[in-house]
């Protein structure tokens, strides 16, 4: 964290105190737990699909990098990529809903679709993860204080 140089010792302990319970505030709030995924999803499920999907397990996942989430319907549970953390509530419902669908429709078929027009947000979500990749594909731009060089 930077501070103003201008601070006293007592300043700059009261200042990061403030910051560090602003942002685990921040975190606390935008971040479901398992349980709570859980109960999300079962919401959704009822509310998008007449609750037919019905998961045994929802829970967060740090190993799926090229993946949002993925379903083992044999197994009724689902699992949501670490990297949806912070998104926004409508894209994390969509990944949930797209996710309870495999739970009754095997594949990308036109009947998986169908399930999912229910859901008004579908394209902006998709819309959004795909604008996400995207951006990771970028180059980087020079970090702070590196002069850019030009060839």
């Given at each position: 964290?930077?501070?103003?140089?201008?601070?006293?010792e007592?300043?700059?302990?009261r200042?990061?105190?403030?910051?560090?319970d602003?942002?685990?505030a921040?975190?606390?709030?935008?971040?479901l737990g398992?349980r709570?995924?859980?109960?999300?999803a079962?919401?959704l499920s009822e509310?998008?699909?007449?609750g037919?999907?019905?998961?045994?397990?929802?829970?967060?996942?740090t190993?799926?990098n090229?993946?949002w989430g993925?379903?083992?319907p044999?197994?009724?549970?689902?699992?949501?990529?670490?990297?949806?953390?912070?998104?926004?509530?409508y894209?994390?419902d969509?990944?949930?809903?797209?996710?309870l669908a495999?739970?009754?429709?095997?594949?990308h078929?036109?009947?998986f679709?169908r399930l999912?027009?229910?859901?008004p947000r579908?394209e902006?979500a998709?819309g959004y993860?795909?604008g996400?990749?995207a951006?990771?594909r970028?180059p980087h731009?020079?970090?702070a204080?590196e002069?850019?060089?030009?060839?």
């Open positions: 964290m930077l501070i103003p140089a201008r601070m006293s007592a300043e700059e302990r200042w990061v105190g403030v910051m560090l602003k942002l685990a921040q975190e606390s709030r935008g971040v398992d709570e995924l859980t109960e999300r079962l919401h509310q998008y699909f007449d037919r999907a019905r998961p045994r397990s929802v829970r967060w996942v190993n799926q090229t993946r993925s379903c083992t044999s197994e009724g549970s689902i699992r949501l990529s670490h990297r949806l953390q912070g998104m926004p509530e894209v994390v969509y990944v949930l809903l797209h996710e495999h739970l009754l429709v095997p594949g078929g036109p009947a679709w999912l027009e229910a859901y579908t902006r998709r993860l795909e996400v990749v951006a990771a970028l731009p020079p970090a204080g002069a850019a060089r030009e060839e």
